[in-house]
């Protein structure tokens, strides 16, 4: 069975950094796009982060460009996401997620390209 761990979330302050980590279950994903969104109180589900199956091309929201890095790590089919610079707006249940198919599946800020889902962690940035 397939299912996808997200750690690393809690509580920073504004300015700070924190590296939320998405373990993968049940079957291998190096063929697969991988990505992370995040969903605010009040507000819907948006693009994050995206990284392609081979991790040669990342693809970030303009929100977070600049302080935001995906990567992943074969080995032991592992999704990172380091913050830094975090602030009050990054509040969010964040969540990893994996592509419906091999290879392409489609636009990487697109939802549903997605079909594998985490169950989210949050992260709270103080002022």
């Known amino acids: 069975q397939v299912h996808l761990v997200e750690s690393g979330g809690g509580l920073a302050q504004a300015g700070g950094s924190l590296r939320l980590s998405c373990a993968t279950f049940?079957?291998?994903?190096?063929?697969?796009?991988m990505g992370w969104f995040r969903q605010a109180p009040g507000k819907e589900r948006e693009f994050v982060a995206a990284i392609n199956y081979l991790g040669t091309r990342t693809y970030s929201a303009d929100s977070v460009k600049g302080r935001f890095t995906i990567s992943r790590q074969y080995a032991n089919n592992t999704l990172f996401l380091q913050m830094n610079t975090l602030n009050v707006e990054d509040t969010a249940v964040y969540y990893c997620?994996?592509?419906?198919?091999?290879?392409?599946?489609?636009?990487?800020?697109?939802?549903?390209?997605?079909?594998?889902w985490g169950q989210g962690i949050q992260v709270t940035v103080s002022s």
């Open positions: 997620a994996v592509s419906r198919g091999e290879y392409y599946s489609g636009p990487h800020a697109d939802s549903g390209t997605y079909y594998y």
């Open positions: 049940g079957r291998p994903f190096s063929t697969y796009q």
